[in-house]
């Protein structure tokens, strides 16, 4: 099944678009099945769960996106357990995983996260932007390879669309390769602003299982 979904919208997606596949909460079974379908990029939003499920599916090629919220002081361990973290929003979180890819003789490719909508938790404010990724192409561990943003959450598709097009904006401003918008809801609106990476979860996956009652 996953290996059909993959077909199916690796046709629809220009190849030039990364397809991260986003395994929060699916099983390592399922990370296996999918980059034996042929998924290169995965993404995972939380530092224990990942580490878990990477070392239970230990021996894959894949590229390990982190998604979620930097904490400081996980920094250490998301730089253990990734290639790329695309969520650097506060010069704090950025230093400290620059820190933590120095020490282990690394350079880690990050993006810097934008909060594009009312609402949003995290993210810097896009007028912000290109100065924090100034600072952080100061370090030499850290390689800022561009922006990621999360569309308006229960938008419509023009208001995303508006959106989008303000994170596209920003791209240019900050510079790089990748411009990281769109999820399954969304990522054809993400497509028509630039976007240059998606992350897709259900779209792949289906619709995850609630967790358990207990």
Not at 39 to 47: Q, S
Not at 49 to 65: P, Q, V
Not at 70 to 96: H, Y
Not at 156 to 182: K, Y
Request: include cysteine.
């Amino acid at each position: 099944m996953i290996a059909e979904r993959w077909a199916q919208l690796r046709a629809e997606i220009p190849a030039h678009v990364a397809i991260v596949a986003v395994t929060k909460l699916q099983p390592a079974s399922v990370l296996e099945e999918a980059v034996a379908a042929g998924v290169a990029d995965v993404g995972e939003n939380y530092l224990q769960e990942a580490r878990a499920k990477f070392a239970a599916a230990a021996g894959l090629t894949c590229t390990k996106h982190f998604i979620g919220h930097v904490q400081s002081n996980k920094a250490k361990g998301i730089v253990e357990t990734f290639d790329v973290v695309q969520s650097v929003d506060r010069i704090e979180a950025g230093l400290a995983l620059a820190k933590a890819a120095a020490a282990a003789g690394k350079r880690l490719r990050v993006l810097i996260q934008l909060n594009i909508s009312p609402g949003q938790r995290f993210g810097v404010r896009p007028e912000e932007a290109p100065a924090l990724a100034r600072a952080l192409r100061r370090e030499e561990s850290l390689a800022v390879d561009g922006v990621m943003a999360i569309g308006p959450l229960g938008a419509s598709s023009s208001e995303t669309a508006q959106a989008f097009e303000l994170a596209a904006g920003v791209f240019q401003a900050v510079g790089g390769t990748v411009l990281s918008l769109g999820m399954s809801g969304d990522w054809r609106e993400a497509l028509r602003a630039g976007s240059t990476m998606v992350r897709l979860g259900s779209a792949l996956f289906g619709p995850r299982a609630a967790p358990a009652r207990v």
